[in-house]
């Protein structure tokens, strides 16, 4: 069984509806990254959390750390979104980031 | 500030090669991590670099190796390439937690 695991796998979505990507982990961790990675490859950060909830514009992320799980929401979606989007964690102190399989989304017009 | 970059873009080495990556990172940033990412296994984690120590290694072969300079600038090294090191290389420098990826290097093995 993976540290990271994401699901679902694969979303498909109308533009406007409301999208959740859940992010479960069996370790502990320092913090907890969301990833996108768009086709070609680069990845931006989107957050960072140790705690609590973060948004920023249409994202919104939260973490339960005693239930080990963290949810990515993307609020009135578009097909910009569409990308893939990775949890990763850090944990036991080093700057190692451990990946979940990632989950590739896509936002028809 | 400029982010991290990357050299080279693009790469295609035959088998038996070796090939070197550079990873320059963000200005004051003083640690590296390296990534490989492909279709079958995801991205995993090779090195981690802290102030030209290596800190951290992933579980790869021996012929994956790196190193960091005073400057902070990274390099890895893959020796004696094999089809399976297809893939993007990633590398991301960081401050606390908060990690920040190079546009990646994508190697093609022949």
């Known amino acids: 069984k993976n540290e990271v695991e994401q699901s679902p796998q694969n979303l498909t979505a109308q533009e406007g509806e409301f999208i959740t990507i859940n992010c479960s982990y069996s370790v502990g961790i320092s913090a907890l990254h969301w990833l996108q990675q768009h086709p070609g490859g680069g990845i931006v950060s989107l957050f960072m959390?140790?705690?609590g909830k973060k948004k920023h514009g249409r994202l919104i992320a939260t973490i339960n750390i005693q239930e080990k799980h963290s949810s990515l929401h993307i609020t009135a979606s578009h097909p910009r979104d569409s990308a893939v989007y990775i949890c990763?964690?850090?944990?036991?102190?080093?700057?190692?980031?451990?990946f979940g399989q990632g989950t590739r989304l896509t936002i028809n017009p | 500030k400029a982010g991290v970059t990357q050299t080279p873009r693009y790469l295609i080495k035959t088998r038996g090669q070796q090939v070197t990556l550079s990873c320059s990172p963000i200005?004051?940033?003083?640690?590296v991590s390296w990534y490989q990412q492909t279709p079958g296994q995801g991205l995993q984690f090779l090195f981690e670099y802290f102030s030209e120590t290596q800190r951290n290694k992933g579980n790869f072969p021996g012929r994956f190796s790196g190193r960091q300079f005073s400057n902070s600038r990274s390099e890895m090294n893959v020796s004696t390439l094999e089809l399976g090191d297809s893939a993007l290389y990633l590398c991301a420098s960081y401050q606390g937690y908060t990690q920040y990826f190079g546009p990646g290097t994508r190697l093609t093995v022949l």
């Open positions: 990763a964690v850090l944990s036991g102190g080093a700057q190692k980031l451990v």
């Open positions: 959390l140790s705690s």
């Open positions: 200005s004051g940033h003083r640690s």
